[in-house]
């Protein structure tokens, strides 16, 4: 099929890519011409595993262009993937949007077409976004009939980090539509995916065991809150586990033991239950803010998610909390941030704890030194006003510094010379806020080591002779 893109972020660069890994001509069109340089270069404007491979073995079946003249008014699908970024108020901000419907409008063909909405967005914009389309088309030639267009909802799931992979090997594929063409349309499009037909590339493979993956055909509505439902369920899920760990440091238990001990619950599941500085990216706040906002609008509250919020943002304090009841007095000090990206394999810096921490920390009067493996330069680029001292290696993060704080558990990070890091140090406390480093080897090197919600003791364990009798988890 013939497809167009609008938006080359992470969500629009990852679904052309791998709709053309599969078979269809994509032709990606984007705003900012520093980015179609460089993906017309080959080479990928973000990081993200597995991106510049797949755009090498895709190459000959996409294109990249400015223009929606060249990639409308050929394209059977044509997919929004514009940025929705949060308003003061938590709705989002449409303008993006808003731009892509008219711009489809303005250059859609004869034939039929689905728009589809992968940008995450209110609950009615499919409709908006037709109405939009519409308009735009009356001013260029008359009526737009609906026999040429749907609009279909089709949000997106994949994670940063794991993008081509998630987009590959989807959990589910959920559409929403109001006609029935778009559902086929779409299935026969995802059919590769839907039916794992494929052959996977090499460097992602495919999950043992996955045959086919569940296609859920949905009203449009639907589809738009389940997007906002799914990110505002995981959101909460790890504020709950975060919550806890507040108090299993406060009564002496151990919050990996208790993630482990729910999370074995099927009903519960262990995914998402690692505790630690919270969440961050360019979504579960948004999308979190976004769902709040509107339920306003329908003159509701949801206070389950405004308290995930509420606990998520106290997490960043309680790590200036940690340090303080470590070295007593701020002003003065040097603190190293091990991380700066939102998450590890990724380079978005987008609500990243790292520079809230920053931020307040040099408002205590704190150095800061960081290291990051892959986010420093866009960091430089991005928050030129935030005064960090940007270090080459972890180990130059750790000379001199009063303490260092883990922020994003990459995993360079557990290879690290730990002992010579100990040694540079002024004092050797080390935060770790994902609870990623083995603490009794660090406290082994000589490292104050600070978790969250953690038991400083060592859980007992059951001895080998009765491990036959029962499958023994541990770890
Ligand atoms: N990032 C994620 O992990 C993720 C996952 C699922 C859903 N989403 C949702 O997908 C949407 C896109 O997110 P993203 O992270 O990819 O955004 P992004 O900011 O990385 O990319 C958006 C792209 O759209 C381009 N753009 C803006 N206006 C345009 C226009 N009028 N025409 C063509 N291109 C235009 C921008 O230049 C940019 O390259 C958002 O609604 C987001 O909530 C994101
Ligand atoms: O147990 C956990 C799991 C995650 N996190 C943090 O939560 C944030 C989000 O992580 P993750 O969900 O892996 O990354 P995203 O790329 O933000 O992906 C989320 O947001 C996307 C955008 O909407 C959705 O598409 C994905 O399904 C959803 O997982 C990160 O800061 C993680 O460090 C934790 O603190 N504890």
Redesign the pocket.
């Known amino acids: 099929m013939k497809v167009a893109v ?8 990852t679904t052309g890519v791998t709709l053309a890994y599969v078979g269809h001509h994509v032709t990606c ?4 011409p520093a ?1 179609l340089a460089s993906l017309k270069a080959g080479k990928a ?2 990081y993200e595993p597995g991106l510049e491979e797949l755009l090498s073995l895709a190459a000959e079946r996409l294109a990249f262009t ?1 223009s ?1 003249a060249e990639a409308v008014p050929e394209a059977d699908v044509i997919f929004i ?5 949060p308003l003061p108020d938590g709705n ?1 901000d449409l303008q ?1 949007l808003q ?2 419907a008219a ?1 489809i409008g303005e250059h859609i063909g004869e034939g039929f077409t689905v728009v589809v909405n ?4 209110p609950i009615g914009s499919g409709n908006w976004v037709d109405a939009l389309i519409h308009e735009a088309f009356a001013t260029r030639q008359g009526k737009l009939f609906q026999e040429h267009l749907a609009v279909a909802s089709n ?6 980090g794991s ?1 081509i992979h998630d987009s590959l090997y989807p959990d589910r594929m959920v559409v929403g539509a109001e006609d029935q063409r778009a559902l086929e349309v779409l299935y026969t499009l995802y059919r590769p995916i839907l039916e794992q037909t494929f052959t996977p590339p090499s460097f992602i493979p495919r999950p043992e065991g996955l045959q086919a993956v569940p296609f859920i055909a949905t009203d449009l509505t639907s589809a738009e809150l389940i ?1 906002y439902s799914a990110n505002a369920f995981l959101a909460l899920k790890i504020s709950f586990i975060n919550e806890i760990a507040a108090l299993a440091e406060r009564v002496g238990a151990d919050v990996t033991q208790i993630a482990k001990g729910i999370g074995l619950d099927a009903r519960i599941g262990t995914r998402f239950l690692q505790a630690g500085i919270g969440w961050g ?3 579960f706040g ?2 979190t803010a976004a769902l709040i906002a509107t339920a306003q609008d329908y003159g509701l509250s949801m206070p389950i998610v405004a308290a995930a919020r509420e606990v998520n943002y106290r997490q960043r304090e309680r790590i200036v909390e940690k340090l303080l009841a470590e070295l007593k007095i701020l002003k003065g000090r040097t603190i190293g941030l091990l991380g700066l990206a939102f998450k590890p394999n990724t380079d ?1 810096l ?1 609500d990243a704890p790292a520079l809230d921490i920053a931020h307040r920390l040099i408002e205590r009067g704190v150095r800061v030194r960081v290291h990051d493996p892959v986010a420093m330069e866009k960091a430089r680029r991005e928050h030129p006003h935030l005064a960090l001292h940007y270090c080459e290696t972890p180990e130059e993060v750790a000379e001199e510094a009063d303490a260092l704080v883990l922020v994003t558990e990459w995993a360079m990070y557990r290879e690290l010379p730990w002992e010579e890091m100990a040694r540079r140090m002024r004092r050797a406390v080390l935060v770790d806020g994902r609870n990623f480093l083995d603490r009794a080897q660090m406290a082994a090197l000589g490292f104050r080591y600070v978790g969250i919600g953690l038991n400083p003791l060592e859980p007992p364990r059951l001895a080998a002779k009765e491990a036959p009798r029962a499958v023994r988890v541990e770890g």
């Not at 609008?6 to 660069?13: F, L, P, R, S």
């Not at 069109?29 to 900012?32: A, H, I």
């Not at 992968?118 to 967005?121: E, F, G, L, N």
């Open positions: 609008i938006g080359t972020g992470y969500v629009g660069i069109v984007d705003v900012n980015k404007p973000i400015d929606y993937a514009v940025g929705t970024p989002p993006y731009a892509a711009g992968k940008s995450t967005v949000p997106e799931f994949l994670r940063e993008a997007k990216g360019s979504c948004k999308d978005d987008r």
